[in-house]
């Protein structure tokens, strides 16, 4: 399946973006979906996972509260609304797929395929 992030963008803080992350190939359906950033300087960190039937989402700590996972299936897209921006939260962020995964897949060893980036950027 391949993978396409978008949405990304310049915004201020407390701005509201939301990214998404398109497949094509074959059904996204089968897939749990995973976001990722990577801010300059530092490793990729996870940020959010929905499983494969949708029923389960989790968060990494610093963005729980104001980022939201969701999935539409029929649309083959997973998207991510990220509400209240911090500085922080600027990154390069990816989108990544793992084959009937659950939710609490937070590693990114654990999924089998990746989108290019779409850089988001929060300016104070």
């Known amino acids: 399946v391949q993978l396409q992030a978008s949405g990304g963008g310049l915004v201020q803080a407390g701005d509201s973006l939301r990214l998404s992350c398109a497949a094509s190939g074959r059904t996204f359906k089968p897939y749990a979906v995973g976001w990722f950033r990577q801010a300059p300087g530092k490793e990729r960190e996870f940020v959010a996972a929905i499983a494969w039937n949708g029923r389960t989402t989790s968060y990494v700590d610093s963005v729980n509260s104001r980022f939201t996972i969701s999935r539409d299936n029929a649309k083959n897209t997973v998207y991510l609304q990220m509400n209240s921006l911090k500085p922080d939260d600027t990154a390069v962020y990816y989108c990544?797929?793992?084959?009937?995964?659950?939710?609490?897949?937070?590693?990114?060893?654990?999924?089998?395929?990746w989108g290019l980036g779409t850089l988001v950027t929060v300016s104070s």
């Open positions: 990544a797929a793992r084959l009937l995964g659950s939710a609490a897949a937070r590693s990114a060893g654990l999924y089998d395929y």
